[in-house]
């Protein structure tokens, strides 16, 4: 009898270290901010959807000072999130094997934020989801809107 409780306890014991252990792996969280609209979030490389920003090594110009606009980007991205666990909804897969989806802090959609900061720009040629975004921030002159600026779709192809 008392043989079989050591083994009812060390059995049930086993039981509960792989059900904490398990539940810590589901339960695990990690975010690398790549550039503007790039993140890996535990192990997978997501690219935003329907926005484009400016690479990291591109640059823009304000009065006459040169302004690291793709960083700029990032560093927004990074604050934004800062330390708040990021959902995304995914939508597919690009052609270079990137999760496609957009993602959101407490339900605000990143995308439509870095737009609307204007260090992002509504990628019409795949969705018109972000246009009005971008419209706000080119009104009220913000991000890169304030700024002498290449498109990052057409500073890729130069460089």
């Given at each position: 009898m008392y043989l079989s409780k050591i083994k009812l306890f060390l059995a049930i014991s086993i039981c509960l270290i792989f059900f904490f252990l398990a539940y810590n792996d589901v339960k695990s969280y990690e975010i690398k901010i790549i550039d503007g609209d790039t993140i890996h979030l535990n192990g997978e490389k997501i690219r935003f959807?329907?926005?484009?920003?400016?690479?990291?090594?591109?640059?823009?110009?304000?009065?006459?000072?040169?302004?690291?606009c793709?960083?700029?980007a990032r560093k927004?991205?990074?604050k934004k999130i800062g330390k708040n666990e990021v959902q995304c909804t995914k939508e597919g897969k690009d052609q270079y094997k990137r999760t496609l989806a957009e993602c959101f802090v407490k339900d605000l959609s990143l995308s439509s934020f870095l737009v609307r900061e204007g260090y992002a720009f509504a990628y019409r040629k795949y969705s018109k989801k972000f246009v009005n975004d971008e419209d706000y921030a080119r009104k009220n002159n913000l991000g890169m809107w304030s700024m002498r600026f290449e498109y990052p779709w057409d500073w890729r192809k130069k460089n």
């Open positions: 959807t329907g926005i484009d920003t400016p690479e990291l090594k591109q640059t823009c110009t304000k009065n006459n000072e040169v302004i690291l793709g960083i700029e927004l991205l990074i």
